[in-house]
């Protein structure tokens, strides 16, 4: 019995106090949680469920997640259920009234977009793991990702409101960098001679959509499952008919069927980041879309040798 | 089983929740959206075929030939800001008849910081597999050290739960619950008065990115039908492994749960226990493989030892269906009977489907 309870005192009172008067935030993905940093800089600690390499699609719901959402002001999720599979049972198990939905401390990104790629109400799981709502990979439209950093810089002043001006002035600063950077990427991006692109998944659709880009195919012929060697026959066809430069092939699918697409038609693969840090350049969002200018631009370079 | 005070609970669940999806629905344009959104509904069907050494020999535990195992109806929903609600109806073949049975209908709080207060019929948690649906098995069959010390619908029963988070680095969690003792197999008590009480303490921690370790206790006790009180102990260990690329194709877990039942006053089985242990291993995509060792002789039953061997082989097309090939062999010294079983299961599930415990 006295065991037992210098045991239980020592957890009670030896817990660790995590960083101080810090506004204590989990985001969903990494994306997200470097977008929060950039609008809270040092006000924030930060914490992302999904580690880079992750696919957010994917996560099991870890009771150590809870623990880390025990003490969150503020959770940044995705939304248009992309975390629906696991979110919701970590919210539960961290027992944190704060962050449950539709309190101060729950935050849905999506809910500041517009989303494209949304199907009818009533469409069925024979078309694969669809979002139904529409496609969750907003972020990786600079100009959407705007919008979400002004809504987190707005909730975080609203849950710090003595911080509001530092909240305020990172967001312009952020704005600005992204805007000037995405006049940059746009002219880099019609310098290239690419005009349409196949990916694995549809990840990449607000990307190519924002820099004109033509998505020709995916090589999932249906969310969440596997591509038949037919479907990649229809590909390789696809490829060569219509001129398909280039395969961003996203980091989380493998990549051995673009290969083959790549072997019977004249593109070039890339295999891309869609998080930040799921590939080891992508250490930031700017860097981020970097990697995916970046490699549309080699495609072109490799096509043009 | 069939309790009066449950049906009537869950019926008044499902009346609540319910009648506030309609109300709803009369508020907005969009009718199908506001109805998923507000109750969650799901079916999951558990088609089998069996084949065994035995044939339909009364030794056999269960005849040969194809049959539906068991159909759940669930139904989850956020009731209000404070309390969700969680409905499983189970229809299963009892006797040759098909009856339907509320196996789970409770409530749990969602406002109080650190605690869950939970009341209805439910799963006790009580170690690893007792608390999960066997949609959710990792096996076709529960293990037998679950179906001959607990019973073979587990320790299910209507009563209250408090479960608290403690506030340390990994997740610790201490859940104490107030059961009614009817469980026959352990407790049988005979008046819904008598309590059974149920500790359980959870731990688990993360060793790396990639795998986690969890050690729970369990202990119950409650009087039994024989004047006594019955003692139940509970302890398992849970290894994990998942890479973070290509995290759907490649992982590794290993179970191993002790379970042992001291029955005050019991003429046969006073004191009975055993071990099971269970790995899976996924080295690709839509497959499984997965071997389980199961001894019952811990101490020994009266007739007896029982040890089982359980090879499976999956086929999981999606997270929505799964096709599951096992094969048992069952040497029995109580009935001195040795079976070789072959098994084949369809696991399916639609509609909306809760994220499962992990």
């Known amino acids: ?178 805007l000037d950077l995405h006049q940059n990427w746009t002219t880099r991006i019609k310098k290239t001679s690419v005009e349409k692109v196949m990916t694995y998944h549809k990840t990449l659709n607000y990307f190519l959509k924002r820099y004109n880009l033509e998505h020709a195919g995916s090589i999932e012929a249906k969310p969440g499952i596997p591509p038949t060697a037919k479907h990649l026959i229809s590909l390789v066809k696809k490829a060569n008919q219509d001129k398909v430069t280039c395969i961003l092939n996203e980091s989380f699918f493998e990549t051995n069927a673009g290969k083959r697409i790549q072997k019977s038609a004249p593109l070039h693969l890339e295999v891309v980041p869609t998080e930040v840090y799921s590939t080891p350049k992508a250490t930031s969002y700017i860097n981020l879309i970097e990697q995916l200018v970046l490699s549309v631009e080699n495609c072109s370079k490799q096509l043009d040798k | 089983m069939f309790k009066h005070i449950t049906v009537s609970l869950s019926f008044f669940m499902v009346f609540f929740m319910g009648s506030h999806s309609v109300y709803s629905q009369t508020l907005t344009s969009n009718p199908v959206q506001t109805l998923t959104k507000n109750l969650d509904s799901g079916v999951n069907a558990l088609l ?60 749990e709080t969602l406002f109080i910081p650190s605690f869950t207060l939970k009341a209805g019929k439910f799963f006790a948690n009580f170690g690893r597999h007792n608390s999960l649906h066997a949609h959710s098995f990792p096996f076709i069959d529960a293990p037998i050290t679950n179906t001959y010390i607990l019973g073979d619908e587990g320790l299910n029963e209507v009563g209250l739960s408090v479960s608290y988070l403690v506030p340390t680095p990994w997740y610790f969690e201490i859940i104490g619950q107030g059961l009614s003792a009817s469980n026959d197999t352990l407790f049988g008590s005979p008046t819904n008065d008598d309590l059974a009480a149920v500790l359980f303490v959870k731990n688990l921690w993360e060793l790396s990115d990639t795998s986690t370790l969890e050690f729970d206790l369990g202990y119950s006790n409650g009087k039994n039908s024989l004047d006594g009180t019955t003692h139940l102990y509970n302890s398992s260990l849970t290894y ?119």
Request: charged share 25%; no cysteine; net charge neutral.
């Open chain 1, 1 to 178: 019995m006295k065991l037992l309870f210098l045991y239980l005192s020592l957890i009670l009172f030896v817990s660790p106090v995590y960083g101080a008067n810090k506004l204590n935030v989990i985001t969903t993905t990494t994306t997200l949680k470097s977008i929060v940093e950039s609008i809270g800089g040092p006000l924030v600690s930060v914490n992302s469920i999904t580690k880079g390499p992750q696919d957010p699609h994917f996560i099991e719901a870890k009771p150590s997640y809870m623990v880390k959402a025990r003490k969150a002001n503020l959770l940044v999720a995705v939304g248009l259920e992309l975390e629906v599979g696991w979110l919701p049972h970590i919210i539960r198990g961290s027992r944190n009234p704060k962050i449950v939905k539709g309190k101060a401390g729950y935050l849905d990104a999506s809910s500041f977009i517009t989303a494209i790629d949304s199907f009818p109400l009533l469409s069925d799981r024979s078309q694969g793991h669809i979002h139904r709502l529409g496609n969750p990979h907003f972020l990786l439209d600079p100009l959407k990702t705007i919008k979400v950093a002004k809504g987190i810089s707005e909730r975080l002043i609203s849950l710090d409101n003595k911080n509001r001006f530092i909240y305020e002035s990172n967001f312009k600063k952020f704005e600005q960098q992204i």
């Open chain 2, 48 to 107: 089998l075929g069996r084949m065994g050494s035995l044939g339909n020999s009364p030794l056999a535990d269960n005849p040969n030939g194809f049959q539906l195992q068991e159909l759940e109806l669930r139904f989850t929903s956020n009731i209000d800001a404070f309390l969700r609600g969680d409905i499983t109806l189970a229809i299963e073949s009892e006797d040759g008849e098909f009856i339907i049975e509320p196996e789970e209908a409770f409530v």
């Open chain 2, 240 to 358: 994990k492994w998942r890479p973070l690329e290509k995290s759907t194709s490649r992982s590794f877990s290993w179970t191993t749960e002790f379970l042992l039942s001291d029955r005050e006053n019991s003429p046969t089985d006073k004191r009975v226990g055993g071990i099971s242990s269970w790995a899976q291993l996924q080295l690709k995509k839509q497959w499984l493989l997965q071997a389980r060792a199961e001894h019952l002789g811990l101490p020994k039953p009266d007739d007896g030892d029982i040890n089982k061997y359980s090879a499976l082989i999956g086929f999981v097309p999606s997270e929505f269906s799964m096709l599951r090939f096992q094969y048992d062999y069952i040497d029995d010294a109580s009935q001195t009977k040795e079976e070789h079983r072959l098994s084949l299961q369809l696991n399916i599930s639609m509609g909306s489907h809760p994220a499962h415990e992990y």
